[in-house]
């Protein structure tokens, strides 16, 4: 449009009078002026539109990636239809991104509201473990004073242990001295020599004197017997030759002839034969 004003112009300038062309030429001249820096700035304006344009691309073909290189190549050195491009490119990439971001915001709301879930539940799960630590409290307190009882009903019953001992002891020492019987079997010189026996009575003192049981007997010149075990002994004489110093129920023993020299003594009722006495002293 300017270059055909600039035609006009000359033509014009032609037609006029020799007179006036100086004039005309000047004020071509500086018309021409005007216009070449008109056309300057125009051609830098437009040149700086272009080197935005370009710039907006390849920061575009940058957001896109690698995929825009092909499609600019494409578009050539047509810029417009490759900002076009470059725009539909970053469209399409921004639409994708927000898929991808609202995929990814479903997701983290699902997982937030799991997280809720799961934080109420530990929140309950503290609640019930405070509850329980709370009765194992009580528990502990209680097991404590629970172990002092128990301890002294420990030192209670190991006293009573003792005790229980001592008497089964002394139970069994008076058992056993209960049981006990002292015996003494052998001749009249035997009996005597170990003052088992005496004489005692008779006229003038020694006729018909008799054979008792001596008052200073001393139970270690006997065999001291369990009355529970000991129930048979034997007499080193003829059944006629045994004589009893000690007092013992009849029919609470029997005499039985083993042999010509020997008889065997068998208490048949304990209780009653040591009823009238501990010892047992037979002389033959």
């Known amino acids: ?6 035609l006009v112009l000359l033509i014009c300038v032609a037609a006029l009078p020799g007179c006036k062309y100086k004039t005309m030429s000047e004020q071509l001249e500086i018309e021409k002026q005007n216009l070449t820096v008109q056309l300057a ?42 900002l076009d491009m470059a725009i539909a490119q970053v469209s399409d990439l921004l639409e994708q991104t927000k898929k991808k971001y609202q995929s990814a915001w479903g997701r983290y ?11 109420n539940e530990v929140e309950e799960m503290k609640i019930v473990v405070a509850k329980k630590d709370s009765i194992i409290n009580v528990l502990n307190d209680k097991c404590a004073a629970l172990d002092v009882k128990i301890g002294e009903q420990a030192a209670d019953i190991a006293e009573l242990k ?3 001992l001592e008497l089964e002891e002394k139970v069994a020492e008076i058992t056993g001295n209960l049981n006990t019987a002292w015996y003494a079997i052998g001749t009249k010189e035997e ?24 008052p200073l007997v001393s139970s270690s010149k006997m065999e001291k017997i369990d009355i529970r075990d000991k129930k048979t002994f034997e007499i080193k004489c003829a059944l006629d030759d045994v004589k009893f110093i000690t007092l013992h129920a009849s029919g609470s ?3 039985t002839t083993v042999d010509a020299e020997t008889v065997n003594l068998t ?18």
Request: proline share 2%; net charge positive; charged share 20%.
């Open 191 to 214: 009996l005597l020599g170990n003052n088992i026996i005496t004489k005692t009575g008779g006229f003038l003192g020694f006729l018909g004197r008799v054979k008792v049981l001596s």
């Open 109 to 119: 709301s699902s997982a937030s509201t799991k997280v809720k879930a799961l934080e």
């Open 1 to 6: 449009m300017k270059t055909f004003k600039v």
């Open 253 to 255: 023993y029997s005499l």
């Open 267 to 284: 208490v048949t009722d304990p209780a009653k034969f040591w009823e009238g006495s501990r010892y047992l002293v037979i002389v033959y």
């Open 41 to 82: 700035k125009s051609d830098s304006t437009l040149q700086h539109y272009v080197s935005v344009m370009k710039e907006s691309v390849a920061k575009m073909n940058a957001l896109v990636g690698d995929e825009a290189t092909g499609q600019q190549q494409v578009a050539g050195e047509d810029l417009p239809a490759s």
């Open 162 to 164: 003792q005790m229980n």
